[in-house]
């Protein structure tokens, strides 16, 4: 039966709501397995996108992909030797140093007070210093607890790393045959272009963006280890891995910038000149190079899909995390198969009659 155009239509939103609810349920119900299987398919496709370049250069599979995994196993071993020790030392000094920050910030709000009863301006800062000594007796007494429960947790979250770096190994191993075996569930006549969408636009994405993360987290390292900045690889590597989603390191280089002026204005403005540098020079130089145009989504369209994304994975039971990285390349392959079906839902147009 050819069911008139509009109401087809008018079934896809419900449609589309009742398959949504029904697939959360069913990711709830299997969680945490579906954002471990994301995870590892996520590093899977990373580390084929080099494994699959050095094919190009002539080498055989198998040996490409020996040689990836053993790269990526020698720099994660060699940065967890050299960076992980300074990190963890840096990071217990943060969160020492946290409520005596919080004190100095009511101080200095308490001596803003005081300087507007002075000029009589109509200034009442009573309750953001209330709010900070409550967040700083609360933070103080809630460390303990707080490490004491990473330490419950250590075990569990060692057990689904295993499990997720096992997964990325055999769908790495098996990619062409599950990439294949996924493409037969999309129907003929979009399987092209979705597969090649979802190629393209992940491929370039997530090998640009990892790679601008990585250069600069290194960046903001050396950087930051040359002006003596406190506890700079902290937040050098906070502001590089943020990068993986846009617009959130330029948020975080602000936040880091005041919450270092808490303690020092001058180190707060010598972290913000820094970063902006550094950003900038990658921005300008590199990233042109690594990731282009291959999104082609508005910036306005990327925003508006980072929060939605971050939801979806939070509803999903898959993280929000997760549901953040997704959120951009899944919008622009979204995007490039409603463009398709708008083509193809316009009326072709009747053959010019014949002339003379």
Do not use: C
Not at 25 to 45: H, K, S, W
Not at 118 to 134: H, M, V
Not at 276 to 299: E, F, K, M, S, W
């Amino acid at each position: 039966m050819n069911f008139p155009r509009w109401l087809r239509l008018s079934l896809v939103l419900p449609l589309l709501g009742v398959n949504l609810f029904v697939l959360r349920q069913v990711m709830l119900r299997l969680a945490p397995f579906p954002a471990l299987f994301l995870a590892a398919a996520l590093i899977a496709f990373l580390l084929d996108i080099p494994g699959r370049w050095l094919q190009q250069r002539g080498l055989p599979r198998p040996l490409s992909l020996l040689l990836v995994l053993g790269l990526t196993v020698s720099g994660v071993t060699l940065g967890t030797i050299v960076l992980v020790p300074l990190l963890l030392q840096q990071l217990g000094d943060l969160i020492n140093a946290l409520p005596g920050w919080l004190t100095q910030a009511q101080e200095q709000l308490n001596r803003l007070q005081e300087l507007a009863d002075q000029r009589g301006w109509p200034t009442d800062l009573s309750p953001f210093t209330d709010n900070l000594l409550l967040r700083a007796t609360r933070l103080a007494s809630g460390l303990s607890q707080q490490l004491l429960g990473l330490l419950s947790a250590t075990l569990g979250i060692t057990v689904n790393t295993v499990i997720v770096l096992v997964l990325a190994v055999f769908l790495l191993l098996g990619a062409d045959s599950i990439a294949a075996g996924l493409a037969r569930w999309i129907p003929a006549d979009w399987r092209e272009l979705v597969v090649g969408s979802l190629n393209r636009t992940f491929r370039g994405y997530f090998a640009g963006q990892v790679l601008l993360a990585l250069l600069l987290s290194l960046a903001q390292v050396v950087v930051f280890s040359l002006l003596q900045i406190p506890y700079g690889v902290v937040f050098a590597l906070l502001i590089g891995f943020t990068t993986l989603i846009p617009y959130a390191s330029a948020l975080t280089i602000v936040i880091v910038s005041v919450v270092l002026t808490v303690e020092d204005p001058r180190t707060g403005l010598e972290v913000l000149a820094a970063a902006i540098t550094v950003g900038q020079i990658v921005d300008q130089l590199i990233a042109p190079r690594l990731v282009g145009t291959i999104v082609g989504l508005h910036p306005a369209w990327v925003l508006f899909s980072l929060p939605l994304g971050a939801r979806l994975g939070e509803l999903l039971g898959v993280g929000t995390l997760l549901g953040l990285l997704l959120a951009v390349p899944l919008a622009s392959v979204l995007k490039t198969v409603l463009d398709e079906t708008y083509l193809r839902l316009q009326p072709s147009e009747p053959p010019s009659p014949p002339t003379g």
